[in-house]
């Protein structure tokens, strides 16, 4: 697994941008709207690497704000999915699973650091390059 990416769950994405440029200089891509399952999302990503990835989503959502943002997950490209998850299930649990409505990623919970591991399939860096210009 490689890290590419820390995510934060915000309710306000232009504030979080605004702030993260304030505070750390980041940088970023223009935000894009998406859709998985049922839900609709606002989505950004900073230009330098590790990216910081921002994600405004509705409620019961993945990325629900209602009870404040917050620390999301970190990313990391997966060679092996299969491998990756059973690994992340002995130390926690599989939380949200996109592969079934067609995206290559997941969220596995690790309590003790209070937050989600997100594994993306290797296969869709090279979109992943694409869409944001990186």
Same mark, same amino acid.
């Given at each position: 697994?490689? /890290?590419?990416?820390?995510?934060?769950? &915000?309710r306000d994405l232009s504030?979080?941008? @605004?702030?993260?440029?304030? *505070? !750390?200089?980041?940088?970023?891509?223009?935000?894009? !709207?998406? =859709?998985?399952?049922?839900?609709?999302?606002r989505?950004v990503? @900073? #230009?330098?690497?590790p990216?910081f990835?921002? #994600?405004?989503?509705?409620?019961? @959502?993945?990325?629900?704000? *209602?009870?404040?943002?917050?620390?999301?997950?970190?990313?990391?490209? @997966?060679?092996?999915?299969d491998?990756?998850? =059973?690994?992340?299930?002995?130390v926690g649990? !599989? &939380?949200?699973?996109?592969?079934?409505?067609?995206?290559?990623?997941?969220?596995?919970? #690790?309590? *003790?650091i209070?937050?989600?591991?997100?594994? &993306?399939?290797? /296969?869709?860096?090279?979109?992943?390059? =694409? !869409?944001?210009e990186?």
């Open positions: 697994m490689q /890290l590419y990416h820390v995510c934060f769950a &915000v504030a979080a941008m @605004s702030d993260l440029s304030a *505070t !750390t200089g980041a940088r970023w891509r223009a935000p894009r !709207t998406g =859709t998985l399952g049922e839900w609709t999302y989505i990503f @900073s #230009i330098a690497a990216h990835e921002l #994600i405004e989503g509705p409620s019961g @959502s993945p990325w629900d704000c *209602t009870k404040g943002p917050r620390f999301h997950h970190l990313g990391f490209w @997966s060679d092996d999915m491998l990756d998850r =059973t690994a992340l299930d002995g649990k !599989t &939380v949200f699973d996109a592969c079934p409505l067609g995206r290559p990623f997941s969220y596995h919970r #690790i309590d *003790t209070g937050a989600d591991i997100e594994l &993306v399939d290797r /296969l869709a860096e090279p979109g992943f390059r =694409t !869409t944001w990186l």
